[in-house]
């Protein structure tokens, strides 16, 4: 079967792999969509992964064949044709964290969200099919299709980000950064009870989709404007927010000096949640505003008396949650990605586009099974 390979920095290849094995305790999944995301995009350009089954994690798929139980009974739930996501394993109970009491931040679920899964292959989703362990998927309800199902993985960093941001009914809420977590944690911060939520982004387009997607406004983001508090956020943050800033800021841009702006911008007493980690990308031209690393002083946490917070992960709860939220129509999430999907020849062209200019894309979904016909998409953005 074909998978892509990451060969280098900058480098991938459409390589012809050895079909994976079902083994005890796993089920082999033929992928319909693939996600790319930022780590991907990391991984891409430095060359390295930090998993091996790493490149390729945001997938939707069906399970083609499920492997003996062994000491795992709940493997039994699954069935050939069941269509499934890449999911969180349930607490392990034995890891420290679990045996200390603290089994929501099991250290087992984190390893296996960020792709250290004993039982997967070498390859990640940019793949025809792919082994994983059973515990590791979940099921897509009725009424989602398979791209749509694609986002769920995103949508839980999401989802768990504004769950530890402790975000109260009829907060203030802005958005640092209107990529996918951060467009998907603007929905969720509006069903979860904000007030009004504002979203930060360079891109036009980007804040155009913020607003398509329910966001009361969208600014462009400057470090300047936002350092001093000056210009349209501060006036709207003003008016909006009886003159002191916001109750609780998400930082979805993800560096030094975009969590700076998140304390600079929270009410004193707010939250800034840190969630989101710029992407490395080998183009310098490709930096936003916010790349440059300014360093987060403790004079300006401890002015503000801000609370701290940051979200890594999820859990297969805030999979569950999103996953219902798509089925009930009220997260949406087709407006986020491209619905046009590439091919695996066209991975390369896709990260590389994304590579050299990240805040003009949708995000591009990756479909295994189509034939190497160049998208027109794809076309339409080289032209
Ligand atoms: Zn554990």
Redesign the pocket.
């Known amino acids: 079967m074909k998978s892509v390979t990451l060969r280098g920095p900058g480098v991938v290849e459409v390589a012809e792999v050895n079909e994976p094995a079902v083994l005890e305790g796993s089920v082999i999944v033929e992928i319909d969509r693939c996600g790319i995301g930022g780590s991907d995009l990391t991984s891409f350009a430095s060359g390295k992964l930090p998993a091996p089954a790493w490149f390729g994690h945001e997938w939707s798929g069906r399970i083609v064949e499920v492997g003996a139980p062994g000491d795992r009974p709940e493997i039994n739930e699954r069935f050939v044709g069941e269509r499934v996501v890449g999911s969180a394993p349930p607490?392990?109970?034995?890891?420290r964290?679990?045996r200390a009491g603290f089994?929501d931040l099991?250290?087992?679920?984190l390893e296996m969200i960020i792709g250290v899964d004993p039982l997967a292959d070498q390859v990640g989703g940019f793949s025809e099919r792919i082994r994983v362990d059973a515990r590791r998927v979940a099921r897509i309800p009725e009424g989602i299709d398979q791209s749509d199902a694609a986002l769920a993985e995103p949508a839980s960093v999401a989802a768990q980000a504004v769950a530890r941001s402790s975000m109260g009914l009829g907060d203030l809420v802005v958005v640092m950064g209107g990529g996918t977590i951060g467009l998907l944690v603007s929905e969720l911060a509006q069903l979860g009870g904000a007030s009004r939520v504002v979203v930060v982004d360079p891109d036009a387009q980007r804040r155009e989709l913020a607003c398509d997607l329910g966001a009361d406004a969208a600014f462009p983001a400057s470090n300047r404007e936002l350092g001093d508090l000056t210009g349209p956020i501060s006036d709207w943050l003003s008016r909006a927010g009886h003159g002191l800033g916001a109750d609780v800021v998400f930082d979805c841009a993800g560096s030094g000096s975009s969590l700076l702006d998140c304390i600079r911008i929270a009410r004193r007493g707010g939250t800034a949640v840190a969630v989101g980690v710029a992407a490395v990308t080998a183009n310098p031209n490709a930096a936003t505003p916010w790349t440059q690393p300014d360093a987060v002083s403790p004079r300006v946490i401890i002015d503000k008396a801000i609370t701290l917070r940051s979200s890594q992960g999820y859990t297969v709860r805030d999979v569950r949650r999103v996953l219902g939220l798509m089925a009930e129509d009220r997260l949406r999430v087709l407006p986020i990605y491209d619905p046009t999907p590439v091919s695996l020849a066209e991975v390369g062209d896709a990260l590389t586009g994304l590579a050299s200019a990240p805040s003009g894309w949708l995000k591009p979904l990756v479909q295994p099974t189509m034939t190497e016909t160049t998208s027109p998409t794809l076309r339409r953005r080289a032209s």
């Open positions: 607490a392990c109970g034995r890891c964290t679990c089994s099991c250290d087992v679920v």
